[in-house]
């Protein structure tokens, strides 16, 4: 049996089978897609309890004040911890440790896995880039 990373890879195994977890309905679970949206629908409901709260106490100001605070914590709870894995993810591609996944017959691997940056200037270039862009596949 293959291991669920595999099975998760695009169709198009070497021997032309596609499994039932690769079709699109079921690949959209289980590629995290839908949890990130679940994750973000929820916190939002959680930020939301307490200033719904105080709005309908009739403590508007309170409520403002929570919103604010919920927004300014939210920064570092989510941004902060992202920005630093990528830093981390970073340095391993700076050292090439992602290079095993050359090695391995699967295409997905080879266009999706880092290799180090040509020369220290490039790859802090490269590290600003990857920690403010947004692409198409994540909205």
């Not at 595999?6 to 897609?33: C, K, M, W």
């Not at 989510?78 to 090695?103: D, E, K």
Request: hydrophobic share 45%; proline share 6%.
């Amino acid at each position: 049996m293959l291991g669920l990373a595999v099975e998760l890879a695009p169709p198009g195994n070497e021997d032309g089978t596609i499994y039932l977890i690769q079709r699109p309905y079921f690949r959209l679970v289980g590629s995290g897609h839908v949890c990130v949206s679940i994750f973000f629908l929820l916190s939002g409901f959680v930020c939301s309890l307490k200033p719904l709260r105080l709005a309908r106490a009739m403590k508007p100001e309170e409520a403002r004040t929570a919103i604010a605070a919920s927004a300014f914590r939210r920064v570092f709870r989510l941004v902060v911890p992202c920005t630093i894995a990528t830093v981390i993810s970073w340095t391993l591609a700076q050292f090439n440790a992602y290079g095993m996944a050359q090695t391995v017959g699967y295409d997905w691997l080879h266009y999706t896995s880092p290799g180090p940056s040509d020369g220290f200037y490039n790859a802090i270039i490269d590290l600003g880039k990857n920690c403010v862009r947004i692409s198409v596949d994540d909205l």
